[in-house]
């Protein structure tokens, strides 16, 4: 689809006024998400081109978050623990809570200017096109591309970063441009992976989703970062569906990880076998303490680590070394469930999810996020028990 594309620089320097050869034309408006004055420019846009079709850059789930802020209140946490999710949905929270810092120190809310978008179109019957990609979508590529380093130090970045280390003149300087962009700018090292998915896979798949809802006249909010590289596709040309659906794949584990959970066990199952096999009873009792002790003790620790309760503890002690030789259930599943049974959230931990990961101590301090981490300090003892205690049965059985 042909276009002119020119920035409005007599009316709104952070607009470009697109039109397309079936006379359609695009006002797309780059915001820093947490400024005022982006949610006055996309106020002032609105109202001054009166258009038929929003367009944002939100997905379907962002929308209803925006929306619906007690989201956590009806979030199903038992069934984040038995389906394996608790990794994703830490990560939601750590990204959540470092909004939230931001927030709190410039004022403004991440993603009002969206807000405020939905409201306008709301109010005057205009269509409204969520244009992002699935929020769960971007996350599980994201933790697919990254490497093991990368996301320690990612996660790391994210739940103990200092807050001192953002003075006054850093609140302005993130007040001009995208805050996932700058967040990433923060930790101070490259991470090349992760924004060819959360900056150039969105890209593309925005433009595409903008360009193919559009009204006869559309306004596309979306963040500043994003606004280079959708106009430079809107320059090549129609976006494919096929381009968009290969950004919606959530790339397969490496045959590594995929296969590693069912070779240690069987490797380890095979010894014990082998040590009964060859009539050493007593040998092989000795190799079965060695793995419950240290599968046992680095699972109980990551519990204590998370202030789980002294049941969780022992459950931790109890389900590693039993968990470690079944790849379908973890030795955090069960820590998780423990601790949720024992310490139960009220609903001042659910309405206190947002603000409690604004802060470190508050992850520890809301029995929620502090069942979530005891699954994953748990999983992650068992998973080092396994690994230190494999030599150990290796010299003792053979």
């Known amino acids: 689809m042909d276009s002119e594309i020119r920035t409005i620089e007599d009316f709104k320097p952070n607009v470009d006024r697109i039109e397309f050869s079936n006379g359609k034309v695009l006002y797309l408006i780059g915001t820093a998400h947490i400024s005022e004055e982006s949610v006055n420019l996309v106020e002032d846009m609105i109202e001054a081109v009166s258009p038929d079709t929003v367009a944002v850059e939100l997905d379907h789930n962002r929308y209803e978050m925006l929306k619906n802020r007690k989201r956590f209140q009806q979030t ?12 994703f949905f830490t990560a939601q929270l750590l990204l959540s809570g470092y909004q939230k810092k931001m927030a709190e120190k410039t004022g403004i809310q991440p993603g009002s200017e969206f807000k ?22 971007t996350l599980k590529r994201t933790i697919r591309s990254m490497t093991l380093k990368e996301k320690l130090k990612m996660f790391g970045g994210l739940l ?55 009204g006869e006249t559309t306004v596309a909010v979306v963040g500043a970062a994003h606004v280079p590289g959708i106009i430079e596709r809107i320059k090549k040309g129609e976006v494919k569906r096929s381009e968009m659906t290969e950004v919606e794949n959530i790339p397969p584990s490496s045959n590594i990880y995929r296969y590693l959970p069912w070779i240690i066990p069987a490797i380890v199952a095979f010894m014990f076998i082998w040590g009964f096999a060859t009539g050493d009873a007593k040998t092989t009792g000795i190799a079965a303490i060695y793995w419950i002790v240290i599968n046992g003790v680095l699972s109980a620790l990551g519990c204590v680590a998370a202030l789980g309760h002294p049941l969780t503890v022992l459950a931790g002690f109890a389900a590693a070394p039993i968990t470690s030789l079944n790849p379908t259930i973890g030795a955090g599943i069960v820590t998780g469930l423990v601790q949720l049974y024992v310490v139960k959230p009220l609903v001042e931990d659910f ?16 029995r929620l996020t502090r069942a979530l981490l005891v699954s994953l300090f748990s999983s992650i003892g068992s998973s080092i028990g396994t690994f230190v205690a494999f030599p150990f049965l290796m010299r003792i059985l053979f």
């Open 116 to 137: 405020r978008a939905i409201e306008i179109a709301d109010e005057k019957g205009m269509i409204i096109v969520n244009a992002d990609r699935d929020i769960s979508i």
């Open 351 to 366: 309405e206190n999810v947002s603000k409690d990961t604004m802060h470190w101590k508050g992850w520890w301090r809301n």
């Open 76 to 87: 199903d946490i038992f069934e984040i623990f038995k389906n394996g999710k608790v990794l």
């Open 160 to 214: 103990i970063g200092s807050e001192s280390d953002i003075d006054k003149d850093g609140i302005e300087e993130l007040k001009k441009g995208d805050m996932l962009m700058q967040l990433i700018k923060e930790m101070g090292a490259e991470f090349p992976s992760v924004k060819k998915v959360i900056l150039d896979e969105r890209d593309l798949y925005l433009a595409g989703n903008i360009v193919n809802n559009l």
